[in-house]
């Protein structure tokens, strides 16, 4: 008969049942060290070392027997090796490092002393969802697109056959395209301007190697489709269009001859090049070419609009969004929030509606909207009273009540005459993993939990040094400049711009302190400098203050002064990769990590 202990863990073995189900290593005390080695097919059979977790093993409880007599696994229930005391204190997740900015590339940049043209200034950035395109809109009623020139799909076989390995680059961009895309429009009904400025540009969902492209003014919104096409070009002119040579020796066709035809025609002088008049003289033409039209192996980006989405708005359209449906997107304006059918431009239906029955009730208006990247029903909308509310399409037709309020509320006796001013939400985007969103403000960037309503769980101070001069910022218009947001592929930075032509980079973990000053030139380190000494975060109090300069209000962290007539509204992070394409005027400054 076995020993006690050997009854035991037969026992234990034999609840495990026909299946196995073994405890993983990582919950139970350690094992013993082995006196000679297990038959290599159990060895071949042990569950892999993955902690709280249950494993299936197609093992016979007499097999299982057989392990647990080597003392590697046991089936009892889960022992706590040391008292509480003795426990190792978790290790801190290792925050990662700030990152390194470098100048990429720029696009337009202006000369010393050149004037900018108010058409030229960039007003709308936005990657594709691969990151190998990008697009940006200006004041013009333009839109540029970008294509990517480094990604390793372009390289040619014999290139890719010798790399042993993948080549770490950043991003690089070219230019493809352009084409105007809105023009100015007068509204005779309202005795309205409408600009070509363009406010928002969306990049939908690519097919048969064509681009498709949503892009809105203040009142229609289009959607464009660009595809690269061979070039066709007439040849086999009937006219003679031959010039002499260098060596003065004159060229001649078989059209070219004197022979007389009936039809009185000669070819001896068929165009004249400074008029538009045909002589025939005596003689006629020995024969009559048609012209063909050729098709050459040039391939030549084409851009063509394929609906246009007009008079659905009263007011300003201030965003456009599309549904990860692929089939629907949203467009918003101060009031009313608007769900389209990509396929369908003569209606669509009204999902928000803010406007009270009468306008003097007016509160708050909306300021940006955005569908979730992966829940087609989900949408969010921020407002001009700091508030984002959490829309679920499933609801009712028309979403009257949100599901979730985002919202902050201010200290008591805080409140003046700039606090709703400088609380209005001027951008939202939702991480890529649709947990999270960001939004900006006048003075912060906030980052916002779904699962969390109760407050933001990180708030980054980007002007709180300009608290002092809102007076100031008020009488010149500043304090109502939009500025926008976004964040990196892996949800762990935010980014945002400033004036004088900065922008701030954050890291967004619990308890990190990057935070980095970068300005939009060919050196974006030149204002960096070294960051204070700042308070850990905790779970509980995830906020944080980031201050440049100490108290020196309108001055940055060198003393420089702000310039608040060049301003960083616009700027899109790299959907895969640490790149960040920013607009400062008529210039696309892009920056890697």
Request: include cysteine; aromatic fraction near 8%.
């Amino acid at each position: 008969m076995p020993p006690p202990h050997r009854q035991e863990k037969q026992k234990s073995a034999s609840n495990t049942g026909a299946q196995g189900y073994l405890r993983s290593p990582h919950h139970l005390a350690a094992a013993p060290p082995l006196a000679s080695p297990l038959p290599l097919d159990l060895r071949r059979r042990l569950p892999p070392h993955s902690p709280r977790t249950f494993f299936p093993l197609p093992i016979s409880p007499a097999e299982a027997a057989e392990i647990l007599a080597y003392g590697v696994l046991t089936a009892a229930a889960p022992m706590d090796p040391k008292s509480p005391d003795d426990r190792p204190e978790p290790a801190a997740a290792q925050q990662p490092l700030p990152l390194e900015w470098r100048f990429a590339q720029v696009f337009g940049e202006r000369g010393a002393g050149e004037d900018v043209q108010e058409v030229d200034i960039i007003s709308a950035i936005e990657f594709d969802k691969s990151g190998d395109h990008l697009a940006t809109g200006d004041r013009g009623g333009r839109v540029v697109l970008f294509e990517r020139t480094d990604a390793r799909g372009n390289a040619s076989r014999t290139e890719l056959e010798r790399q042993d390995y993948v080549v770490a680059r950043h991003p690089e961009f070219r230019y493809k395209t352009e084409f105007q895309s809105h023009e100015p429009e007068f509204d005779y009904l309202k005795s309205l301007e409408i600009e070509e400025k363009i406010n928002k540009i969306k990049w939908g969902q690519t097919a048969n190697n064509a681009l498709f492209i949503l892009s809105t003014n203040d009142k229609t919104i289009k959607y464009w489709k660009v595809q690269d096409k061979k070039v066709k070009r007439v040849s086999v002119m009937n006219l003679d269009t031959s010039q002499s040579s260098d060596n003065g020796t004159t060229s001649s066709s078989s059209a070219s001859s004197s022979r007389g035809l009936p039809n009185g025609g000669c070819s001896e002088k068929l165009y004249n090049g400074t008029s538009n008049d045909l002589s025939f003289p005596p003689g006629g033409c020995t024969s009559l070419r048609l012209p063909v039209v050729v098709t050459g192996q040039d391939l030549n980006p084409v851009a063509r609009c394929r609906r246009v989405y007009a008079h659905a708005h009263d007011y300003h359209i201030n965003s456009i969004s599309n549904n990860s449906d692929g089939e629907t997107f949203i467009s918003a304006d101060d009031l009313r929030i608007n769900l389209w059918n990509l396929e369908i431009n003569s209606q669509s239906f009204n999902i928000v509606d803010v406007k009270p029955a009468n306008m003097e009730d007016l509160t708050e208006v909306i300021t940006c909207a955005e569908f979730h990247p992966t829940h087609c029903n989900t949408l969010a909308y921020s407002s001009s009273k700091g508030a984002i509310r959490l829309i679920d399409l499933r609801q009712s037709a028309l979403c009257d009540n949100h599901a979730k309020l985002f919202e902050e509320h201010e200290a008591p006796g805080s409140k003046s005459f700039f606090t709703e001013i400088i609380a209005s939400v001027s951008d939202i985007k939702f991480a890529r993993e649709g947990r999270h969103i960001l939004s900006r403000d006048y003075m912060t960037l906030k980052l916002w939990d779904l699962n969390m309503d109760s407050g933001p769980v990180a708030t980054f101070q980007v002007h709180e040094h300009l608290r002092p001069k809102l007076c100031d910022l008020y009488e010149n218009d500043s304090i109502f400049d939009k500025f926008e947001c976004c964040l990196s592929g892996d949800g762990l930075r935010v980014a945002t711009g400033s004036y004088s032509n900065l922008f701030r980079v954050f890291g967004c973990t619990p308890g990190s302190t990057e935070a980095t000053t970068l300005e939009a030139s060919r050196n974006p380190m030149r204002r960096q400098v070294a960051n204070p000494t700042r308070p850990t975060r905790t779970l509980t109090s995830l906020t944080r203050a980031v201050r440049r300069g100490g108290e020196n209000a309108g001055a940055d962290g060198n003393g420089n002064s702000y310039d608040f007539s060049t301003k960083l509204l616009h700027l899109a992070w790299h959907p895969t990769e640490s790149s960040i394409a920013c607009a400062a005027g008529n210039s696309l400054y892009m920056y890697y990590a």
